[in-house]
């Protein structure tokens, strides 16, 4: 049980395009998501958080109409990196918090974006 | 603020040599502290959750403990397997986020 998914695991594109990386979260209903951008050898760096039908919360730093995110649903919520650039190049994961005594969040496999 | 610190940053271990990595924090009213796994190019693996000062959660060759300040992540006899980087993170009552530390990247040599 508790299973991410993510979608593309790698995409190319190129300067000045907008790309959409899907989060499912698939046997269960997360009603909130997180976004997490990591660089090589580093931890992971909390980007925002989504919340099922309301404006995601973003983190000090992180631009609000470069990072697009939406949550239309329990299962699904959606990041797009608008007019890409090379230093957007990064590893972009996801979690889904589960609804248990802890709140565990638990992690889509990430998505390698390259920017040409 | 939220703080959680990892040592060591690496660890290598020949095959079958035990060794703990430590995780210390400072979370204004804990509600949990997590053990991930993440192997390269992929996303984190949940691992452990623990809630209370004395709890200690077991799974194969891994074994987490929490005290008041710290969490140890035990590995008895380990192999190469388990080489991956271990990250720990912390969480603060009534609010879903995530503190995490900057990992302990584990070599378990043959």
């Known amino acids: 049980g508790a299973v991410v998914s993510q979608h593309p695991s790698r995409v190319i594109c190129k300067s000045g395009t907008s790309v959409k990386i899907e989060c499912r979260s698939l046997?269960?209903?997360?009603?909130?998501m997180f976004w997490y951008r990591q660089f090589p050898k580093q931890s992971l760096m909390l980007m925002a958080t989504s919340n099922e039908g309301s404006k995601a919360t973003y983190e000090q730093g992180v631009e609000k109409d470069k990072f697009l995110i939406n949550h239309a649903s329990l299962t699904l919520s959606t990041l797009t990196v608008t007019s890409a650039h090379p230093e957007d190049s990064s590893f972009y994961i996801c979690s889904a918090g589960h609804r248990g005594p802890g709140n565990e969040q638990y992690f889509g496999p990430g998505t390698r974006l390259t920017v040409t | 603020e939220d703080q959680v610190t990892q040592s060591p940053e690496a660890l290598r271990l020949q095959e079958g040599e035990s060794s703990s990595l430590n995780c210390s924090y400072t979370v204004s009213g804990l509600r949990g502290l997590f053990w991930y796994r993440q192997d390269p190019g992929k996303g984190p693996e949940f691992l452990f959750t623990l809630y209370s000062a004395g709890e200690e959660k077991e799974k194969e060759r891994l074994k987490a403990t929490l005290t008041k300040k710290e969490s140890f992540l035990h590995i008895t006899a380990p192999k190469p397997e388990d080489s991956a980087t271990y990250l720990c993170a912390g969480g603060p009552f009534g609010n879903e986020k995530l503190t995490f530390g900057t990992g302990t990247r584990l070599t378990i040599i043959p």
């Open positions: 046997d269960f209903q997360a009603t909130t």
